[in-house]
């Protein structure tokens, strides 16, 4: 059934949309739950890769990077009512070389060991930027490279000082640093050692520093964790005993499983299944945090979004609040790459707002109609980390779009598969002819927020998919990523922001607030405004 702008508000209503239909697979592959063990439905399509740099996304990283793993820096998730921060993890502080702003060095927590026994030190912190961007080095490995890609891209140089300090130099004045650490896991160099320095059965027997331990997992089925009784950090050792990670990239087949009593916790529900779960008492939990739903558009010399007329058009022909009420509530207009009120927001011209007539103008303006409509292909996928609910939202969008005479066309791809092509960038081979690709994203840093996909300099991140060429954005970026006083740090990006906005560089479509539901019997969480969520405080009863 094709679900369009009018007919999913009818659906919506109806309750069409409804889980029913999607209760079906074999669901005598979940075991029974045992005391103290808590279930999570993910909501992509595998188990995310458990070598330390985790694969799908930020949910990988929220299932199998910070519960597996820990990094030199972590975000504090024990508030809800305030922006997650970072904080010290395995390294307990840090400093600036006041003669080269590019040289830190970090003081390591004493007292840490990997799940082998093994001891963190600063050899294996050394050993470890080296298995994510030293290619001679024999733990190099290319599928941990790529995934930590995102995080590494500022490191140039790295060096063990004595045995509880490490010296890392970056390749240009780098003040947010501390953030992309966070997303840098530690690994350890003995359990390598100790299965024969191969990654392949590391994945199979995991060790890291983490308050969870990986017992066993299964390809696209499950995995499951045991509590780390010996965890530094005695306040976080997890309340329950077990965790089992269960991959359902189908919204409706998660919920079906809570209602089932299969399953213990739910990723991004459906919007119109939210009644059923609140009638079946089940916890309904939302927070804003730092995400939005775009589209990353091309910059290349085949894409029609080189011209701005079609890029401000297609922001102002999206009907938003359509939208909001198709997510049943759970999001808010986007106006732009962060959420108005937030210090980076400022103050741009151009107000991302519903006018399609605005719009039609502009696409006429470019030599298009209703009649001889211009034609663009984006990539999507119909599930991963954050993408809410992709195919309804973009089916919503594409009939929008025809209003206005502008004939989307979807490639549609597995998650994964859609990540690895945003890593490519547009000009890739692959990616050649598509206009656009539908990766959900995050602000929760200047780098991965604003920094990286607007400017040259930050290339090697991968953020700027796009190939986006600004002077004032190059300008704005690079004095912000020098500038270490926050206020001032702040004033920058915001006006980094209105350049963006103004330029309608991306096209911005909703911010989500993040919806989970629990069962009746989930204890102790805390919801986070931030990706990540901390399930170490979590119980069953």
Same mark, same amino acid.
């Given at each position: 059934?094709?679900?369009?702008?009018?007919?999913a508000l009818?659906?919506?209503?109806?309750g069409?949309?409804?889980i029913?239909a999607?209760?079906?697979?074999? /669901?005598?592959?979940?075991?029974?739950p045992?005391p103290s063990?808590?279930?999570?439905?993910?909501?992509?399509?595998d188990?995310p890769?458990t070598?330390?740099?985790p694969?799908?996304?930020?949910?990988g990283?929220?299932f199998?990077?910070?519960?597996?793993?820990?990094?030199l820096?972590?975000?504090?998730? #024990?508030?809800s009512?305030a922006?997650?921060r970072i904080?010290?993890?395995?390294a307990?502080?840090?400093?600036?070389?006041?003669?080269?702003?590019?040289?830190?060095?970090?003081?390591?927590?004493?007292?840490?060991?990997?799940h082998d026994?093994?001891?963190f030190t600063?050899?294996?912190?050394?050993?470890?930027?080296?298995k994510?961007?030293?290619k001679?080095a024999?733990q190099?490995?290319?599928?941990?490279?790529?995934? !930590?890609?995102?995080?590494?891209?500022?490191?140039?140089?790295?060096?063990?000082?004595?045995?509880?300090t490490?010296?890392?130099?970056?390749?240009v004045?780098?003040?947010?640093l501390?953030y992309?650490?966070? +997303?840098?896991f530690?690994?350890?160099p003995?359990?390598?050692?100790a299965? !024969?320095?191969?990654?392949?059965?590391f994945?199979e027997?995991?060790?890291?520093?983490?308050?969870?331990?990986?017992? #066993?997992?299964k390809p696209?089925?499950?995995?499951?964790?045991?509590? +780390?009784?010996t965890?530094w950090?005695?306040a976080r050792?997890?309340?329950s005993?077990?965790?089992?990670?269960?991959?359902m990239?189908?919204?409706n087949?998660?919920v079906?499983?809570?209602?089932?009593?299969?399953v213990?916790?739910?990723?991004a529900?459906?919007?119109d299944?939210?009644?059923?779960l609140?009638q079946?008492? /089940?916890?309904?939990l939302?927070?804003?945090?730092?995400?939005?739903?775009p589209y990353?558009?091309?910059?290349?010399?085949?894409s029609p979004?080189?011209?701005?007329?079609?890029?401000k058009?297609v922001?102002?022909?999206?009907d938003?609040e359509?939208?909001?009420?198709l997510l049943g509530?759970?999001?808010?207009?986007?106006?732009?790459?962060?959420n108005?009120?937030?210090?980076?927001f400022?103050?741009?011209?151009?107000?991302?707002?519903?006018?399609?007539?605005a719009a039609?103008?502009?696409v006429k303006?470019?030599g298009y109609s209703e009649?001889?409509p211009?034609k663009?292909?984006?990539i999507i996928?119909? #599930?991963g980390?954050g993408?809410?609910?992709p195919?309804?939202?973009?089916?919503f969008?594409?009939e929008?779009?025809?209003d206005?005479?502008?004939?989307?066309?979807?490639?549609v791809m597995?998650?994964e598969?859609?990540?690895?092509?945003?890593r490519?960038g547009?000009?890739?081979?692959? +990616?050649?002819?598509?206009g656009?690709? +539908?990766? #959900?994203?995050?602000?929760?840093d200047?780098?991965?927020g604003?920094?990286?996909?607007s400017?040259e300099? /930050?290339?090697?991140?991968?953020?700027?998919w796009?190939n986006?060429r600004n002077?004032?954005?190059?300008?704005l970026?690079?004095a912000?990523?020098e500038e270490?006083?926050?206020?001032?740090?702040?004033?920058?990006?915001?006006r980094l922001?209105?350049?963006?906005?103004?330029?309608a560089m991306w096209?911005w479509v909703?911010?989500?607030?993040?919806?989970?539901?629990l069962?009746p019997?989930?204890?102790?969480?805390?919801?986070?405004?931030?990706w990540?969520?901390?399930?170490?405080?979590?119980?069953?009863?």
């Amino acid at each position: 059934m094709r679900v369009t702008r009018r007919s999913a508000l009818r659906l919506l209503a109806s309750g069409s949309l409804g889980i029913g239909a999607a209760a079906h697979g074999d /669901m005598s592959a979940f075991a029974q739950p045992k005391p103290s063990t808590l279930r999570v439905a993910m909501s992509v399509g595998d188990i995310p890769l458990t070598t330390g740099q985790p694969s799908q996304g930020v949910e990988g990283i929220r299932f199998m990077g910070i519960t597996v793993y820990g990094g030199l820096t972590r975000w504090d998730l #024990s508030k809800s009512d305030a922006s997650a921060r970072i904080i010290p993890e395995l390294a307990e502080s840090w400093d600036i070389d006041p003669q080269d702003k590019r040289v830190w060095r970090f003081k390591l927590r004493r007292g840490v060991k990997f799940h082998d026994g093994s001891e963190f030190t600063a050899d294996a912190v050394v050993w470890n930027f080296d298995k994510l961007l030293n290619k001679s080095a024999q733990q190099f490995d290319p599928a941990q490279a790529s995934q !930590g890609s995102l995080y590494t891209g500022s490191l140039a140089a790295w060096r063990k000082i004595d045995d509880y300090t490490v010296e890392i130099t970056t390749r240009v004045v780098d003040s947010v640093l501390p953030y992309g650490l966070a +997303n840098v896991f530690m690994s350890s160099p003995a359990q390598w050692e100790a299965v !024969g320095k191969s990654w392949s059965k590391f994945a199979e027997q995991p060790s890291g520093t983490g308050p969870w331990k990986l017992t #066993s997992f299964k390809p696209r089925e499950r995995a499951e964790l045991v509590r +780390n009784e010996t965890y530094w950090d005695k306040a976080r050792v997890p309340k329950s005993e077990r965790l089992v990670l269960l991959p359902m990239p189908d919204a409706n087949a998660r919920v079906a499983a809570l209602l089932s009593g299969q399953v213990d916790w739910v990723e991004a529900p459906p919007p119109d299944a939210i009644p059923r779960l609140k009638q079946s008492r /089940m916890q309904i939990l939302t927070n804003v945090y730092p995400h939005v739903w775009p589209y990353m558009l091309s910059f290349e010399d085949d894409s029609p979004f080189k011209d701005v007329r079609i890029r401000k058009a297609v922001n102002l022909a999206i009907d938003r609040e359509g939208l909001v009420k198709l997510l049943g509530g759970l999001a808010a207009p986007a106006k732009g790459m962060v959420n108005q009120g937030h210090p980076w927001f400022g103050k741009p011209t151009f107000d991302i707002v519903f006018n399609p007539d605005a719009a039609r103008a502009l696409v006429k303006e470019a030599g298009y109609s209703e009649a001889k409509p211009l034609k663009v292909k984006i990539i999507i996928a119909p #599930s991963g980390s954050g993408q809410m609910q992709p195919m309804p939202m973009n089916e919503f969008i594409k009939e929008n779009l025809r209003d206005v005479g502008i004939d989307a066309e979807f490639e549609v791809m597995d998650w994964e598969a859609l990540r690895t092509r945003r890593r490519l960038g547009a000009g890739a081979p692959e +990616n050649k002819g598509r206009g656009g690709i +539908n990766n #959900s994203w995050a602000f929760w840093d200047p780098d991965i927020g604003l920094i990286g996909p607007s400017t040259e300099f /930050m290339k090697a991140t991968g953020f700027n998919w796009g190939n986006y060429r600004n002077p004032e954005a190059e300008r704005l970026g690079k004095a912000a990523k020098e500038e270490f006083d926050p206020a001032k740090q702040d004033a920058l990006l915001s006006r980094l922001h209105e350049v963006i906005v103004n330029d309608a560089m991306w096209i911005w479509v909703v911010h989500d607030l993040n919806p989970r539901a629990l069962a009746p019997g989930v204890k102790g969480f805390v919801q986070a405004q931030s990706w990540y969520q901390d399930l170490t405080p979590v119980t069953v009863n």
